[in-house]
T-cell receptor
Framework: DGGITQSPKYLFRKEGQNVTLSCEQNLNHDAMYWYRQDPGQGLRLIYYSQIVNDFQKGDIAEGYSVSREKKESFPLTVTSAQKNPTAFYLC???????????FGEGSRLTVL | GESVGLHLPTLSVQEGDNSIINCAYSNSASDYFIWYKQESGKGPQFIIDIRSNMDKRQGQRVTVLLNKTVKHLSLQIAATQPGDSAVYFCAENPPGNTPLVFGKGTRLSVIA
């Protein structure tokens, strides 16, 4: 079945450690996105990529990094520079940068 | 209710009644709008969309209304069921090659 797979679903890390969240899609979508969601809040855009080997910062890119070496994959690294990394992270993809987004099931990161 | 501070507005509806969820969007030039449903701990799912050349679109038990004059979008759910309990987000597609912009969300709580 086509879709977006995020892993891991739950992740615990110690403060000061980098952590990488995986996002893979087999929908043949060109664009991919990472959002952060805090409890009771909306979605805030971290990074997005419209094409392989290219990506743009979203509204809250500080403390995060991404890569887009393959069309199917858009991993997000939460670095130690991110001051408050505990959150629910959502990956999404779309055929183009202006169409409907298809979301993964999310990864919940807890920094202890 | 209105969205203030960190808390999502909440709409409580009796099972079987109709629900109306409202959204004010920001860009008068946005040409495409989507409603998403997000259940607890999951990624948002597409419900229904509408283009700016329409003012109403109906799906199964859901209707989206678009009022471009006042930049207002609404989602109507007929005969609300307990499974409709979730957070609902509207999203707009601004002009240019930019990602969807999400609203803050409304929590729908269905009372059995």
């Amino acid at each position: 079945d086509g879709g977006i797979t995020q892993s891991p679903k739950y992740l615990f890390r110690k403060e000061g450690q980098n952590v990488t969240l995986s996002c893979e899609q087999n929908l043949n979508h060109d664009a991919m996105y990472w959002y952060r969601q805090d409890p009771g809040q909306g979605l805030r855009l971290i990074y997005y990529s419209q094409i392989v080997n290219d990506f743009q910062k979203g509204d809250i890119a500080e403390g995060y990094s991404v890569s887009r070496e393959k069309k199917e994959s858009f991993p997000l690294t939460v670095t130690s520079a991110q001051k408050n990394p505990t959150a629910f992270y959502l990956c999404a993809s779309s055929k183009s940068n202006t169409g409907e987004l298809f979301f993964g099931e999310g990864s919940r990161l807890t920094v202890l | 209710g209105e969205s203030v501070g960190l808390h999502l507005p909440t709409l409580s509806v009796q099972e079987g009644d109709n629900s109306i969820i409202n959204c004010a969007y920001s860009n008068s030039a946005s040409d495409y709008f989507i409603w998403y449903k997000q259940e607890s701990g999951k990624g948002p799912q597409f419900i229904i969309d509408i283009r700016s050349n329409m003012d109403k679109r109906q799906g199964q038990r859901v209707t989206v209304l678009l009022n471009k004059t006042v930049k207002h979008l609404s989602l109507q759910i007929a005969a609300t069921q307990p499974g409709d309990s979730a957070v609902y987000f509207c999203a707009e597609n601004p002009p240019g090659n930019t990602p969807l912009v999400f609203g803050k969300g409304t929590r729908l709580s269905v009372i059995a």
